[in-house]
Every structure is written in C-alpha cells, then in structure tokens.
C-alpha cells in the first residue's frame, strides 16, 4: 500500500484526467440531447449531473479533508503564555 501523501499527488492528477475525459464526453451528450428535444436534453442533464458531480465530490473532499488535517494539526498545543514543564 502507498504512504498517504503519495497516495494524494497520484490520485489528484488520475481523477483530474478522468474529470477532463468525462467533461469531453458530457458535453458531446448534451449537445446530442440538445438536437433530439427539450425534454431529451433535461434527462441527459440530470444524468450528467450525477455522473460528473460524484467524481468532483471524489477529488474535492479528500483535499478539504486535507486542509481541515493541515489546520488542526497547527492547533495542537496552545500558547497559554508560559512555559510547558
């Protein structure tokens, strides 16, 4: 298994990529759905919503989850003003 930091500078760029390509294709769709009616075109977005939102939720929460470890871990000790023993 890889070391956690390792692990986050190979899966931000992967599901980069993989956001990109998805990005490509959905925006084929969504013309496609576009030429073939109104009604086509809402179905397609709400598909395309789910199937490019949750890969976003993918690569955006575990660098929220990053940040969130970086600040808390800067409030570990205190400064109380006085000397630890």
Known sequence: MLPPRLLRRVY???M???LLLLGGVAVS???E?????????W???WV????LG???LLLLLP????????ARSRDNVPYAGGKIP
């Open 48 to 51: 395309l919503a789910f199937v």
């Open 33 to 41: 759905g576009l030429m073939a009616g109104r009604a086509e075109a």
């Open 63 to 70: 660098s929220l989850g990053a940040l969130v470890d970086l």
């Open 12 to 14: 931000l760029p992967t």
């Open 16 to 18: 980069l990529i993989a």
């Open 43 to 45: 179905m397609v977005a």
């Open 29 to 31: 769709v969504v013309h």
């Open 54 to 56: 949750l890969p976003a």
